[in-house]
């Protein structure tokens, strides 16, 4: 299986359609496989505390509450980004954050995921699970028990590894675990989603064995949001898939060393 690139566009589309489409258009031109939102009901996902605290926004000064819905794309909205994705050849799917979420998406695609801020939610994910053919799950702000029980809980068929923080530090990327999660998790399928500068990590996970990667585009980092910074601007989408491409090539098989086709040339006239 060739390993499936996500753009997760996420929120970085700022609560703006023709943003949106644009990031879509570069996913698409990038040949990755698939894109990804977020979708969440706030009035349900922000908590009591934070509904009413105010948010300076490129919009004005607004409680948190009605920053959340400012952003948040609704059916027509959907409507036409799942009818743009179909012109544009690019599947897409979205992060779920609340039972009424998972409803919503059904229209769509039977694919979805949960986030790591709601591994331990599962309900929502036993929710998830009775209701998608394919269900992803993020790992980030996870311990080993905290994943073991979410694994055990709703049987997510994809497992990406992940650091939370936007964007993550080198250091604490830690993709060795990839590695552990094959081996503990070997009927499942291992991913990695990347929030760190730079593509070499990614490539890196690759290697190590992750069959589903995902990143987050952007059309520039310094645009306003928080995920922004730790998203990749549109030639860095290109050099991602092109690199995986190439490194697919590359990796080949393991078994006996044979002499390559290209290698025949040389051998006649180093050998004789």
């Known amino acids: 299986m060739s390993v499936k690139i996500i753009a997760e566009i996420g929120i970085n589309h700022n609560g703006d359609l023709n943003i949106a489409k644009k990031l879509i258009d570069i996913a698409s031109v990038a040949g990755c496989d698939f894109v990804k939102f977020q979708k969440r009901n706030p009035d349900i996902c922000v908590p ?5 605290k105010t948010k300076t926004t490129p919009w004005g000064k607004m409680s948190y509450l009605d920053y959340k819905w400012k952003i948040e794309f609704n059916r027509s909205d959907y409507d036409e980004i799942d009818d743009y994705c179909a012109k544009k050849k690019i599947k897409w799917f979205a992060s779920v954050w609340d039972e009424d979420s998972v409803d919503f998406m059904q229209k769509y695609t039977d694919t979805i995921k949960i986030p790591s801020a709601l591994l331990t939610h599962h309900v929502l994910g036993e929710y998830a699970r009775k209701k998608n053919k394919f269900l992803m799950l993020s790992t980030g702000m996870s311990n080993e028990s905290d994943i073991d ?3 055990a809980s709703y049987s997510p068929d994809l497992l990406f590894h992940t650091n939370s923080t936007y964007p993550c530090p080198i250091d604490e ?7 552990t999660l094959l081996k503990k998790h070997p009927s499942k399928i291992i991913g990695y989603s990347g929030h760190e500068f730079g593509l070499v990590a990614t490539f890196t996970a690759v290697a190590f064995g992750a069959r589903y990667v ?7 980092r310094t645009m306003w949001g928080s995920d922004q ?3 990749v601007e549109p030639g860095g989408l290109i050099k991602l898939v092109k690199g995986i491409r190439d490194m ?5 098989s393991d078994g006996p060393r044979k ?6 040339k ?3 006239s180093l050998r004789g």
Do not use: D, F, P
């Open 229 to 231: 910074m730790a998203s």
């Open 173 to 179: 990327l830690n993709l060795g675990y990839i590695k």
């Open 266 to 268: 040389k051998l006649k």
């Open 149 to 151: 029980a979410a694994v």
């Open 259 to 264: 002499v390559m086709k290209s290698e025949l």
């Open 248 to 252: 697919e090539k590359a990796i080949g």
């Open 214 to 220: 995902e990143r987050h585009v952007t059309l520039e």
């Open 48 to 52: 009591s505390n934070e509904k009413r």
